[in-house]
């Protein structure tokens, strides 16, 4: 992976209001193209977030069947509680 998924985390949780918002003001101009443009970037940031969310779950997962405790904060798996 290019990027680490708590970089991606961050941008894509800024990416969706900001895009959403610039959408908004995109459907004022009535300009076709500008509005498809921001929809298509609403969309990628989403499937961002859905992509680490399944990621951190996977992470989860395997560190729960090892019998490990995961910490969410920084997606370790650790043998103390």
């Given at each position: ?45 989403c499937g961002l ?33």
């Open positions: 992976m290019v990027f680490s998924s708590s970089t991606l985390w961050f941008i894509s949780i800024a990416c969706v209001p900001l895009s959403v918002a610039f959408f908004l003001c995109t459907l004022k101009q009535q300009k076709m193209w500008l509005n498809i443009m921001t929809l298509g970037f609403v969309f990628i940031a977030l859905i992509i680490q969310q399944y990621e951190d779950y996977a992470n989860f997962t395997d560190c729960i069947n090892k019998g490990f405790n995961y910490n969410a904060f920084s997606t370790k798996c650790s043998v103390e509680s």
